[in-house]
């Protein structure tokens, strides 16, 4: 009787798994779409770029259809925050 009870249980999981998941790859589509960055952060050596605005040449040069939006000095480094236009 439980091994019948314990089958039928298996077979009616079995059963809804692939409604579950064609839902769930919708999702995770519809989550991708959702995750396309408009924002991105781009660090800069201070070796290459002595100056912030030197960094943002270089920055907006390496990432065509981006904006800097924001520069932050780091101690080796220049943090650079970029939109897209």
């Given at each position: 009787?439980i ?12 059963s809804?798994t692939?409604?579950?998941s064609?839902?769930?790859?919708n999702d995770a589509?519809a ?5 396309i960055?408009?924002?991105r952060t ?7 770029a002595k100056?912030?605005s030197q ?7 390496k990432?065509?259809g981006?904006k800097v939006v924001?520069?932050?000095?780091h101690?080796q480094?220049?943090?650079i ?5």
């Amino acid at each position: 009787m439980i091994k019948q009870l314990f089958t039928a249980a298996i077979l009616a999981c079995i059963s809804l798994t692939p409604a579950y998941s064609v839902k769930a790859s919708n999702d995770a589509i519809a989550g991708i779409n959702a995750m396309i960055p408009s924002q991105r952060t781009v660090a800069i050596s201070k070796i290459s770029a002595k100056s912030a605005s030197q960094a943002i040449l270089l920055a907006e040069r390496k990432n065509p259809g981006w904006k800097v939006v924001n520069v932050k000095e780091h101690s080796q480094h220049w943090g650079i925050t970029m939109k897209q236009k």
